[in-house]
């Protein structure tokens, strides 16, 4: 086939989210068979991190696959077609090879003909940087549609007898898609990282297994991440009272309830899709946006906040109008 150029875009005044798509693995792992393989009790892991379920996929439901299916459902949403996609961004972690990487596969299984595709690995605070790459993309003409896709398979990094990963992390893709706007509805990112903690979260050669020093990194989510909360607030012209939802990322329970708590907007909705879910890395926020919008909970044009956080240690947050 031969390659098809791509005009160029205009520059823009800003961009906004135009479609949401998900895909959830139709396996859903119990509390009961979670904690029978890590040697704890179905309730201790309820206490600890809030889970009550959690979904892993099969053996055909890989990264790609799982990313093509969110990536349909959000050109539908969007009532795009596969030619209105410049750049396809996917944010993962969980590659089983670092090459080839995955965006290209997904963007030609999509059928986006020529498309720019990269790979964003932040680890769990990947959709929120791939998100402000889109939104840069768009605005300053090198693209007009960029399609974001997160997707995960962490199923395959933890080992099911390791109390401090097995029980937590899970598998599933979400996808956005970004275009153009008028007037900016994805607003400037505060991000940033702290390499001096990067051995908190690993995973080890040896074993081939992630690694986390759970406590720590409960420390450091609570005590560190506010500074980053109010900055994408002010990058977007808000307090944060005036926010409608926050969308983090779905780690843990305690931490998702102790940011909110510290936030403490009046009618500010909350994302806990982790008690479903569990924790699926950087598909973990698109995915409770998209379940939030599902449940008519968040509406058009509401501010929500998204803000991704884990390995590296990254960071990443930014207000968005909710399409």
């Given amino acids: 086939m031969a390659l ?11 961009s906004r989210i135009v479609g949401l798509g998900a895909y959830r693995p139709a396996t859903a792992v119990s509390n009961q068979t979670a ?18 379920e959690r979904r892993h996929a099969t053996a055909s439901e890989s ?71 889109a939104d840069a993309l768009v605005r300053a003409g090198s693209a007009r549609n960029v ?9 395959d990094w933890v080992s099911a007898q390791d109390r401090n990963t097995g029980p937590i992390f899970a598998d599933g893709a979400a996808a956005a898609l970004i275009g153009p706007a008028q007037h ?14 990067a051995d908190l979260i690993t995973i080890r050669p040896q074993t081939g297994h992630m690694e986390m020093a759970g406590r720590k990194v409960f420390r450091w989510t609570t005590s560190a991440l506010m500074p980053v909360v109010e900055a994408a607030c002010r990058n977007a ?15 843990n329970l305690r931490i998702i309830s102790s940011l909110a708590e510290a936030i ?17 890395c950087a598909a973990s926020v698109p995915l409770a946006f998209h379940a939030l919008r599902q449940s008519g909970r968040i509406h058009s044009g509401d501010r929500v906040l998204l803000f991704g956080f884990g390995a590296g240690l990254t960071y990443a947050a930014q207000v968005v109008l909710a399409p």
Wanted: hydrophobic letters at 50%; charged letters at 10%; aromatic letters at 4%.
């Fill in 184 to 197: 900016p509805a994805v607003f400037p990112v505060a991000w940033g990282s702290d390499g001096h903690q």
């Fill in 264 to 280: 403490g907007a009046p009618g500010m909705v909350t994302a806990t899709d982790v008690v479903s879910s569990g924790n699926a």
């Fill in 237 to 251: 012209g808000i307090t944060p009272n005036e926010l409608k939802a926050f969308v983090p990322h779905q780690a």
């Fill in 35 to 52: 904690a029978a393989a890590a040697g704890v009790d179905a309730q201790w892991i309820v206490q600890r991190v809030g889970i009550q």
């Fill in 4 to 14: 098809v150029a791509l005009n160029g875009a205009s520059p823009q005044p800003g």
């Fill in 63 to 133: 990264v790609v696959a799982m990313a093509v299916e969110a990536g349909d459902k959000a050109l539908a949403d969007a009532g795009a077609g596969v030619d209105d996609v410049d750049v396809v961004i996917l944010a993962t972690c969980s590659m089983p090879s670092p090459m080839p990487n995955g965006a290209a596969s997904v963007a030609a299984r999509l059928g986006c003909r020529a498309a720019a595709g990269f790979d964003v690995n932040a680890a769990c605070s990947g959709f929120s940087h791939a998100l402000a790459v």
């Fill in 147 to 155: 399609l974001v896709v997160a997707s995960e398979r962490m199923s």
